[in-house]
């Protein structure tokens, strides 16, 4: 069983990244510029956008955090985006989510010019991604990808079972490994909470990616010997034994499947880290304007 160390992957892709912006800059070019609108005192949000902002320092990319107050209105928060769509000097950014409650998510994604939609959460975006087109990825499952990739796994002709639909994990995920392409070409198994069966359906996985938000959910029981399994779950469960009182988990009871995988990814420092060189990767192409011009 290998795991699947998305930490030290993560730290040498943003290796790569850094000296690319070097070498930009040697030469005088347009060095990457992302802003991060942050709304409200979500804790996770919070650290997240950090995260984000301490990796455009690590890659030499310039940022600009915008931090709001979750009583800021939805008209006040379009103008925000109005304004950075227009704003010549930001290359590309994003909205962190969830939003409050009275503003509506999807205007606001909606919003967003595509071209500087890091995020790949834009109609348009995931329009051109599902048909094949060069178009900004979703962070979540174009890490995944790049695991996939650098880990040399095969991923041809292999039945994929994928738990949750998630516009942001579970079904852009499903379309890029049915893709005719590597990492590609599986069966893709898209399952839900509606799904009858799930754990029949899991076990024909060869590829299992768990995102479903749901603590330790896939058993060892559902895991046929030699998968794959990814990740995408950060629970947090309680756990007096920690100074904060809880601990991260993710959705795959680690300890009992990791003994049947071919491949694992652990919670915290599988897929976590690998979303950040997504869209730090997407940053770059925006700012050399290679999907757009
Ligand atoms: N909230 C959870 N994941 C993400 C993400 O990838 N981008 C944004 N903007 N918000 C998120």
Redesign the pocket.
Known sequence: MTILDGKNLAHEIKQEIAAEVAQIKAMGGNVPHLAAVLVGDNPA?QA?VRNKVNSCDECGFESTLIKKDDSISEEELLEIVNDLNENPDIDGF?????LPKHIDESKVTLAIDHRKDV?G?HPINFGRMAQGLSSYL???PFGILQMLERYNIETQGKHCVILGRSN?VGTPMGILLSRKAYPGNCTVTLTHSRTADISNQVRRGDIVIAAIGVAHFVTADMIKEGAVVIDVGMNRIEDPTRKRGYRLVGDVDYDNVAPKCSFITPVPGGVGPM?VTS?LLNTLKASRKEIYG
């Open positions: 949000s997240y994003i909205v962190q989510l969830p995020d959460f979703p962070a979540t942001i979303t869209l």
